[in-house]
């Protein structure tokens, strides 16, 4: 299994708004990171900076790359796209992050 980090940036005044639209999240979309693989992913808020901090496992990694294909995946980015920074494919700007200490 390996782990994989990465931040987002919320638009401020929109915390709430994430946390209902992630309390929602859709079946198919749930599947869909199911079916990839994707195991214990989780997203934290900061909120003095905005920042998300997001954290997943999965057992083959090269498996994220074709979620960007996926329409689900672009109907969710649309979606949340107005209450994040995102690219403009409607993904979310995200900065992949470096593990440098994990205790097991």
């Not at 782990?3 to 708004?17: C, D, H, N, P």
């Not at 900076?49 to 980015?77: C, G, H, R, S, Y």
């Amino acid at each position: 299994m390996v782990r994989i980090a990465f931040k987002m940036k919320l638009f401020s005044g929109y915390e709430q708004e994430y946390e209902k639209r992630h309390k929602e999240i859709w079946p198919e979309l749930a599947a869909l990171l199911s079916e990839t693989g994707i195991t214990d992913y989780s997203i934290f808020h900061d909120k003095n900076t905005n920042d998300l901090f997001a954290v997943l496992k999965i057992a083959n990694p090269e498996l994220i790359k074709k979620l960007p294909e996926q329409p689900i995946m672009q109907k969710w980015w649309a979606f949340m796209g107005d209450i994040m920074e995102s690219n403009p494919d409607n993904s979310p700007v995200s900065l992949p992050l470096k593990e440098v200490f994990y205790l097991a």
